[in-house]
């Protein structure tokens, strides 16, 4: 395996694979497969660009041919930061073919977290679009290229400017060693509880077997027609089963540029789309939008919900709303992944988050002392299988906390494990913000703060929303004049943070409530935000 990584213990990997859940394809080897046996499907749309699976093999053929002529080759780092159009797909897979690393980002993400993956990946190369939803690539990728030196090339899909235009490094297609299946196929990152997102390890054999064993859980066919409308990047509309598992299944895959019913309804519509996936805020916009549609939505027969907990009246509101079932998804791009399943009573489908995908996924529910918990006591969720990483790259010391010395995978999550096996999730230890799905860490928001000059200290806390679930308050103690909500949003975004992560709120108090040994108590601190901004009657 790639240095720096942790890779399963061997007793461990040779039971996975006498299993059969690693059974030694590649991703470069998925493709090529599915070119022969699907040739002339279409594989992939994209605003005007429709792709059998021929042209897409022949594509990252061509791609991954071009990269090597530019110096880009097996292991070596590449930050992918693409939204939902072709190129993406074909970016991934001639790295897959050539045996690079693909370090997945999303179109969210600005100079903050992409700088600090350019560096810690050591990248040779970085991906983007020329612009997206109104912000432009090009200007992120010029810090990028001056503050990464390892960053040798700059691909550009669309108008590159100064940089390399990705139509052009297509070359004749050529030979590549396959890789071997037990080491990294990509990188996925973290939703992260402190600092920058940690890069996650993912080989062919994992997350293949990930793939699909969700494809056939979720009974995907060739027939299927899946709406990415969620950046696919992110492992929920990558895998789960997403679309590397409607592509496993020989199935079309479309992508969505944006996740707004404007976008998303027509392209249901036109494309007959069979199966999507939402977080909760974009399942509830849908809802409530497909009420007065003009778009013909009677095609649509699943829509999966995952990234946060649907609330159970919500659930109930799908079928009569959108006319298709609902299926309710929980996991990790770590690894484990729960999913309700057809056929099962209506109750786990509206309540549970459902169940994990593999007889092998081990699952313990703990109080604060480790020990293990009856079934339906809410407790910290401890995983580890097949899918589930033994260890994040090049991060020690955060490792040793991660995870248990057995090779547990502590998540964070509290849920609660109900007979059946299906999981409901009930919170976080972590002191993480689930922004309607978008992961926020508390402490990478804080430490941008306190470097305002009128800020003394920060505290970042989540407060409840009726549509995000959660929203993210700073509240901020200020060094003399306090700086004004404006000042400290514009602050952050000069610093290059994602826009999710600008806090909704901003709250200038005099000092913070502390626990016994000083340090400031949040759990304090969210019940006098919900106290102050609870609604007066």
Known sequence: ??????????????????????????????????????????????????RTYRELDERASGLAAGLAALGVRPRDRVVVQLPNIAAFLETTFALFRLGAIPVFTLPAHRSSEIVHLARHSEAVAYVVADQHDGFDYRTLARQVRDEAPSVRHVLVAGDAQEFTALADVHADGADFA??????????????????????????????????????????????????????AAHNFPMSSPGVFGVLHAGGRVVMAPRPAPS???????????T???????????????????????SSLRVLQVGGARFADAAAARVRDALGCDLQQVYGMAEGLVCYT????????????QGRPISPDDEIRVVDPDGSEL?????GELLTRGPYTIRGYYRADEHNAVAFTPDGFYRTGDVVRRLPSGHLVV???????????????????????????PGVRDAAVVAVPDRFLGERTCAVVVPRGDPPTPADLRAHLRDRGLAPYKIPD?????????VTGVGKISKRELRRALAARLAPTR
Not at 275 to 297: C, F
Not at 374 to 378: I, N, Y
Request: glycine share 8%.
């Open 1 to 50: 395996m790639l240095p720096h990584c942790t890779p399963w213990p061997a007793d461990v990997a040779a039971r996975h694979r006498a299993a059969g859940h690693w059974r030694g394809e590649t991703f470069g080897a998925l493709l090529t497969r599915l070119a022969a046996e699907q040739a002339d499907r279409v594989a992939v749309v994209s605003g005007s660009v429709r």
């Open 178 to 231: 396959d890789s071997d299946p037990s080491d990294v196929a990509l990188f996925q990152l973290s939703g992260g509880t402190t600092g920058t997102p940690k890069m996650i390890p993912r080989t062919h054999d994992d997350y293949l077997y990930s793939i699909r064993a969700s494809a056939e859980i979720c009974g995907l066919t060739p027939d299927t027609v899946y709406l990415a409308a969620l950046p």
């Open 263 to 273: 976008a998303a309804f027509p392209l249901i519509e036109a494309e007959g789309v």
């Open 275 to 297: 199966l999507t996936g939402l977080v909760p805020p974009l399942a509830l916009l849908w809802m409530e939008t497909a009420r007065t549609t003009r778009h013909d939505l």
């Open 341 to 352: 399943r057809a056929g099962e009573p209506e109750v786990f489908h509206l309540t549970t």
């Open 374 to 378: 009856p079934p339906g006591e809410p």
């Open 426 to 452: 009930e919170g976080r230890v972590k002191d993480q913000i689930n922004r309607g799905g978008e992961k926020v860490a508390a402490e990478e928001v804080e430490n941008h703060l306190l470097t305002h």
């Open 505 to 513: 709120r901003v709250e200038i108090v005099d000092e913070f409530p």
